[in-house]
């Protein structure tokens, strides 16, 4: 087997609070292979974000080893390995489309026009072409948030970080977005992590979809997502997706602690 894109053994972390420990991470194993769509799901507080950060480097464990792509997240962090979107689109409103996407490369010191040459690449696979001199808030909510991906892709990272990108905007957006994601995954088949609290979501996007529960955050279950790379949304309603939703549902339920 290829070398897993991520591979966390035994990893926990635990923030300390004035009210005490807070278990976060707790004994999470898991390898994703390179070009998986894996996405976490679970209900608040079990962990998904902790741990994206902790691929990401922002976090750091305080038990067990994790590896991104072969090295340490700090030194997947320091090669540029990955991209990251956030829930808000977080452009910023002075620069136009173009010049948000533009921005890493230039910290980067790449030249003006290889800077406009990536960036319109970029734009494309998100498709936007034709809105790079428009400014953020010239675009809709889901335009936005493709300028996000757009501008995460700029390094060209093997490995996209998400979370929950799409959790603020109105249904029929998002199908549409999801719908888009898939055919950037399929055409770049980058290594995809991406949080999400639909099941639906999860399921039409991933090849596995990791069950969280909280407190301690912990991994309940792994469930695979064969549905194959062709996927129209129809397939939402096919008895096989609705297996798929329905596992992950129960494992959902198993985790969750029903209080008052
Ligand atoms: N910097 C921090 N300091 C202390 N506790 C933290 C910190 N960051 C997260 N936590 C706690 O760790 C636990 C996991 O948080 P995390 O944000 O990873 O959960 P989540 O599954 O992403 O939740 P949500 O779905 O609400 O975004 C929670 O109990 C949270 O309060």
Known sequence: ?????IAARNLSLVFGTNDGPVHALSDVNIDIAPGEFISLIGPSGCGKTTLLRV???LEK???????????TPEEARLARDYGYVFQA???????TIEGNV??????????????????????????????????????SGGMQQRASIARAL???????????????????????????????????RKTVVFVTHSIPEAVFLSTRIVV????????????????????????????????????VREGLRAGHSYEG
């Open 89 to 95: 689109p977080a452009l910023f409103p002075w620069r």
């Open 102 to 139: 533009m921005l890493p490369l230039q910290i980067m010191g790449l030249s003006k026009a290889e800077r406009q040459e990536r960036a319109r690449k970029q734009l494309a696979l998100v498709n936007l072409s034709g809105f790079e001199r428009k400014f953020p808030w010239q675009l």
């Open 1 to 5: 087997m290829a070398e897993p894109a």
């Open 55 to 57: 691929i990401a480097d």
């Open 154 to 188: 700029a390094f060209e990272p093997k490995l996209l970080l998400m979370d929950e990108p799409f959790g603020a905007l109105d249904e029929i957006v998002r199908d549409h977005l999801n719908e888009q994601l898939l055919k950037l995954w399929a055409a770049t």
């Open 61 to 71: 464990p305080t038990g067990g080893e994790i590896r991104v792509n072969g090295v």
């Open 212 to 247: 969280m529960s909280p407190r301690p955050g912990r991994i309940t279950d792994i469930v695979d997502c064969d549905l194959g790379p062709d996927r129209p949304l129809e397939i939402r309603e096919t008895s096989e997706f609705l297996r798929i939703a329905q596992r």
